[in-house]
């Protein structure tokens, strides 16, 4: 075997029960969740494990429960002697991965993100942006497909480059439409509208990376154990500074995903471990190259699984 990843998910993987499994079956995992109560000053954990899905949903629940659902789920994992050469997450995934390569602690990135979530959500008035998935077009088609729909007035940007034949757009709802038909009229397959309460991963989102960065100088942010691969760059980096500067770029920034997954595996990486609910970025990583390894841990049995995977049993 050659070398591991651990990857987690973003927004968009959360499921009412994530995570209930392994609280209840391993005691370091059910202080994750009461470590995410305490600094928030709310029941998270009753939202994740009893819904309703509409309260798990609201960007500033979703995004402190799925970095915590997937930190509990790591625990069995850690327990078994198990750890990463390289850590990497989507969007809001990436700082679960930070938390998992040791560069922020766990209350802190909860804290962090629950507050990112907020920000998002207020940064542009409800109903104005909106993200779209296209199916079947090349990024170089579509990235001048953008610039040509954001230079009539109407701004729309590629948000997420997830897999050969997958990137998101995001702008405003006209941009989007607009930069959705010339995409189909240039051959993409499909053109699929996500159900989101924002552009994220635009420029319209910069008011709300202009109020993180005060969130990100109240949390300690140290040097990573391992290498983390960030969004913006899909390179590794070890450095706070580096982290401090991308997290804040992340937010209005496309997610490089597709170019990280490559990066890993001339990296050497040829087994990438999800953890966290869902299986999306299992499925994106097998778009990528089918002939590296992908694991789901989503509860204690497919971690068990996984750990037997991984210790060659």
Not at 240 to 265: G, R
Not at 280 to 302: C, F, M
């Amino acid at each position: 075997m050659g070398k591991i990843a651990f990857i987690f998910p973003g927004q968009g993987s959360q499921t009412v029960g994530m995570g209930k499994e392994a609280a209840e079956t391993n005691e370091k995992a059910k202080s994750v969740f009461d470590r995410a109560d305490q600094r928030l000053g709310y029941s998270l954990s009753s939202i994740i494990f009893e819904g309703p899905q509409e309260d798990l949903t609201s960007t500033a629940n979703a995004q402190p429960a799925l970095l915590t659902a997937s930190m509990a789920l790591m625990q069995d994992l850690t327990d078994a002697g198990i750890s990463p050469d390289y850590t990497a997450g989507h969007s809001l995934g990436e700082y679960t991965a930070l938390v998992a390569a040791g560069a922020i602690d766990f209350a802190d990135a909860v804290y962090a993100v629950h507050k990112r979530g907020q920000f998002m959500e207020e940064a542009v008035p409800n109903g104005r942006g909106t993200m779209a998935a296209v199916l079947g077009l090349e990024r170089g088609t579509l990235h001048g497909i953008c610039e040509q729909v954001t230079s009539g007035g109407d701004l729309v940007q590629m948000a997420n480059l997830n897999c050969p034949g997958q990137i998101v757009i995001s702008g405003t709802v006209e941009g989007v439409k607009k930069a959705g038909e010339q995409a189909k009229e240039q051959g993409a397959k499909r053109v699929l509208p996500l159900q989101v309460s924002g552009p994220f991963h635009s420029s319209l989102m910069k008011p709300a990376a202009e109020r993180f960065t005060q969130v990100l100088h109240e949390i300690e942010i140290k040097d990573a154990d391992v290498p983390v691969i960030v969004n913006v760059s899909a390179e590794p980096e070890t450095k706070k500074e580096a982290f401090q500067e991308k997290l804040i770029e992340q937010l209005y920034s496309p997610v490089l995903w597709e170019d990280s997954v490559q990066k890993l595996i001339s990296l050497g990486v040829d087994t990438f471990v999800e953890i966290g609910p869902g299986k999306v970025l299992s499925g994106l990583v097998r778009k990528v190259d089918r002939k590296v390894t992908a694991i789901s841990v989503q509860d204690p049995e497919s971690c068990q699984k996984a750990i037997g995977m991984l210790r060659g049993e």
